[in-house]
């Protein structure tokens, strides 16, 4: 044999052995694992069997390479990684998103898009109301059901719907849970509330059906209100959320059981005085509606652009 059919030999007797020696020590590298209760490494015994063909097939060049490979990786990957950025937080987080000018330019409220005869606009814009929150835009969608245009109306049919029934099925839960737990019925009833608000403050339901669903919320706040261990649970935010959607069912008397609410509790807020004027303009009571307004004058009450026009046009 010549010599270099020896060297050829020897090459791959040697190559031989170290894939049988690296299998090997995979194999024990893994019984360590599982026997310390270490997290076991990322390579699997498959993975040094198919390393050791590769090293096996590919005398020389395979085990280099496989070496170069493990010492790139220990000299510049396997430094710590530096989590003083990391939020392991499980709260869901909003990352800002630029505004698409070019979309938002050509973009105009759906009320004033349902007059137009542009259905392909039309269209486009429903399709961009339904993929946001439509929660809190059904007052718009409920527009779009008398729409000329048969496509836009079915969107909006069918988002009304499915919102509603979601709705319905939802605050059905939220009152059982409220009527039934005994031992945090004021979060209950919050939920219930704030749930309860943004819907039916868009009127999207008819008469009878909304008069149900806020006499229940009127139900949560009353329970709030009457028992002295739950009462700093009522806010003037829920008083003047139930206050406005009775006034809007023409309950005057729930309304005004409202007003009483709030100058006892909260006589110092501005919501504390809208709220009884809203309530008397409704009832055609002059003479109640300047004697709320003069007292509010004469309050230490911060007052908002709106109500100061309101006294302003009434003086």
């Known amino acids: 044999m010549t010599a270099a059919g020896i060297t050829f030999l ?3 007797i040697i190559n031989t052995i170290i894939c049988v020696l690296f299998v090997i020590w995979g194999h024990f590298q893994q019984l360590y694992d599982e026997e310390s209760g270490r997290k ?28 170069t490979a493990q010492v790139i990786y220990a000299y510049f990957f396997r430094n710590g990684a530096d989590l003083a950025d990391v939020i392991f937080g499980k709260d869901k987080v909003k990352a800002p998103r630029k505004a698409e000018e070019e979309i938002e330019r050509n973009r105009v409220p759906l009320e004033e898009a349902l007059a137009v005869s542009d259905r392909q606009s039309l269209r486009g814009l429903m399709l961009d109301v339904v993929r946001g929150n439509v929660q809190k835009s059904l007052a718009s969608i409920n527009l779009a059901l008398n729409s000329e245009d048969s496509e836009t109306s079915h969107y909006a049919a069918t988002v009304m719907r499915d919102t509603l029934n979601d709705f319905r099925q939802i605050s059905q839960e939220k009152y059982n849970q409220f009527k039934d737990d005994y031992v945090e019925p004021e979060e209950r009833a919050c939920e219930l509330i704030e749930y309860m608000n943004e819907i039916l403050s868009q009127e999207v339901f008819p008469e009878m059906e909304q008069r149900v669903f806020v006499n229940r919320m009127d139900e949560a706040c009353a329970f709030l209100y009457g028992d002295e261990e739950y009462r700093e649970k009522l806010t003037i935010q829920y008083v003047e959320w139930v206050g ?30 809208t709220l009884q004027l809203k309530l008397y303009f409704s009832m055609e009571n002059r003479e109640r509606f300047f004697a709320v307004m003069d007292e509010l004058k004469k309050a230490d009450v911060v007052i908002d652009r709106e109500t100061l026009e309101l006294i302003r046009i009434f003086n």
Do not use: H, N
Request: aromatic content about 16%; some cysteine; proline content about 7%.
């Open 10 to 12: 020897v090459i791959i």
């Open 40 to 67: 076991q490494s990322q390579m699997t015994m498959p993975g040094y069997y198919v390393q050791a063909i590769v090293m096996f097939l590919c005398p020389v060049i395979g085990p280099l390479f496989f070496i």
């Open 244 to 273: 406005i959607l009775q006034l809007k069912l023409r309950a005057y008397d729930r309304v005004q059981f409202w007003c009483e609410v709030a100058k006892k509790m909260f006589p110092t807020e501005l919501a504390t005085y």
